[in-house]
């Protein structure tokens, strides 16, 4: 067990839908990064944040934003499905930035 | 110049053997390294890393040899065991926020 939490496990929504995927960090952990893991792409960082600010960018579609909130926790906004945003989206922490990152079990999205 | 590309894709070794796993990267900014363990269903789990440093870091059964001269580094598993029957994938940082880049993984299966 990685310290690491996420909500929920699992996710079946409809194309054109939003939903909201949350993290929360291990104790102490200020960084938390947001990776997407799919078959034909693999493991994607999409987006990090650092005590509350966001720090760096990655192959994150317009469609999807994030955000850190005081008590460090994070959401993952999904918005407009497609069909091919059904994946494994995985929050991961670390205390400090460039830090060892600590991965939660994921939330599998199903958009049907 | 982003990829980190890891081979095989996938392996398979008999139990007590030595499983070797390859990665080689272009980004000379990279400056972080560690090797993250999958099993089904759950998140990546961190294995081990090493930064340029040093040329090998050893961590019971499992050691990172690293070149940086040639922009390589590897995974050994000695005494595979079938426990280890996973999927491992390489990644690499650099620069202060620390994101991941992965390889795409390589799927060891380990045979008693």
Redesign the interface.
Known sequence: DSGVTQTPKHLITATGQRVTLRCSPRSGDLSVYWYQQSLDQGLQFLIQYYNGEERAKGNILERFSAQQFPDLHSELNLSSLELGDSALYFCASSTVLGGEQFFGPGTRLTVL | QQQVKQSPQSLIVQKGGISIINCAYENTAFD?F?W?QQFPG?????LI?IRPDVSEKKEGRFTISFNKSAKQFSLHIMDSQPGDSATY?C?A?G???????????TKLSVKP
Do not use: V
């Open positions: 972080y560690p993250y759950k998140g990546p789990a961190l890393a994938f990644a940082s620069g202060s926020q620390g994101n991941l880049i992965f390889g795409k993984g």
